[in-house]
């Protein structure tokens, strides 16, 4: 690996194209696979929370979403995009799940109604 703040001096001179993972996970290959999260929500009432995102392909394989540590704020009809990463790559995507969660163990439960949601693939932008 490389330190972060020496990536760019490491990586220029190589004159074949690099791949470099700035977002790395715990388990072997390391390497994450991001995707932008870009969500419209439209509750009349401000929510606070995370949102975790399970990706499906037609044979039923299911890839999970890392929780984000900040919470987000989603407000009726203003656009928030979140960057979230899974272990593996689904490359043909038939079916996308979101979870919202405030992570209060008391309290109402909170539904969060989307108008409408992206998802794209940071590492196959063409997808």
């Known amino acids: 690996g ?8 490491l990586l220029l001179p190589y004159s074949s194209p690099t791949k470099a993972y700035f977002d790395t996970s715990g388990q072997d290959p ?3 696979y991001n995707y932008l999260l870009d969500i419209i929500t439209w509750n009349k009432s401000i929510r606070r929370g995370f949102i975790k995102v399970k990706i499906i392909d037609n044979a039923g394989n299911t890839v ?7 919470a987000s704020t989603f407000q009726q ?3 928030v995009k979140i960057l ?6 689904i490359e043909k995507i038939a079916k996308i799940s979101l ?4 992570k209060t ?3 109402p439960k909170k539904k969060l109604r989307i108008l409408q949601m992206k998802l794209k693939s940071l590492n196959n932008p063409k997808r």
Request: with cysteine; net charge positive; aromatic share 18%.
């Open 2 to 9: 490389y330190h972060a703040d020496r990536w760019k001096k």
């Open 30 to 32: 390391f390497c994450m």
């Open 64 to 70: 999970e979403s890392q929780m984000n540590s900040e």
């Open 77 to 79: 009809y203003k656009r």
């Open 84 to 89: 979230t990463g899974f272990h593996q790559d």
């Open 99 to 102: 979870t919202f969660s405030t």
């Open 105 to 107: 163990l008391i309290g």
